[in-house]
């Protein structure tokens, strides 16, 4: 389940890419270590355009999952889509992009570690987008900060391709690489765009880095 990954471009590559009509981000640093409950860059769809947003990582939990907790971290990576909680967000108004330039699975070692391996289409790490959903909702996140709204975001997973299933076999995030699937997920009725749910090609990704919290190569604007 990835759960660390990076965006190590600039926000105008972002804005070109993804078509952003307007960025609310501000001056927008370079994130070489984003975790659940960051809040990151993602682009969604508004009436007036595609907006670049700064939510928090993690979609609310299922209701199930929380009759034993006080707060909600949330979900970070979002794979049952014919779930009832899911098919609420899955129309064009709560859908995302998430912009990244690698992302990690932990590697499980004979003596019990289990560093990150960092996953990139090169060693350049070039921009790619997430294919992801989004919401603002009000709930307990931390129990030290109460009752608070957000921007929540989580992406879709979908079974490893080659590279990724050799050091965590069950999942990757789905991965959207040219504008032409950044608008399908954006604009497609959902029967359409959740085609776009499938592993990357067998070799299309490769192991960057490996060990570090944070990915550090590729620091550019």
Known sequence: MCNLYSLTKGQQAIRELARVMRDRTGNLPLMPGIYPDYRA???CNQPEGRELILARWGMPSPKTALKTRNADSG????RNVKSP???????IEHRCVV?????????????GRKPPVWFAFDETRPLAFFAGLWTNWTSVRKVKEGETTNDLFGFLTTEANKEVGVIHPKAMPVILTTQDEIDLWMTAPAEDALKLQRPLADGALRIVARGGKEDEGGLTV
């Open 41 to 43: 860059p993602v682009v």
């Open 75 to 78: 979900v970070t990576n979002i």
């Open 85 to 91: 909680h899911w098919r609420r967000w899955l129309g």
């Open 99 to 111: 912009p990244s330039t690698s992302f990690s699975e932990n590697e499980a070692l004979p003596d």
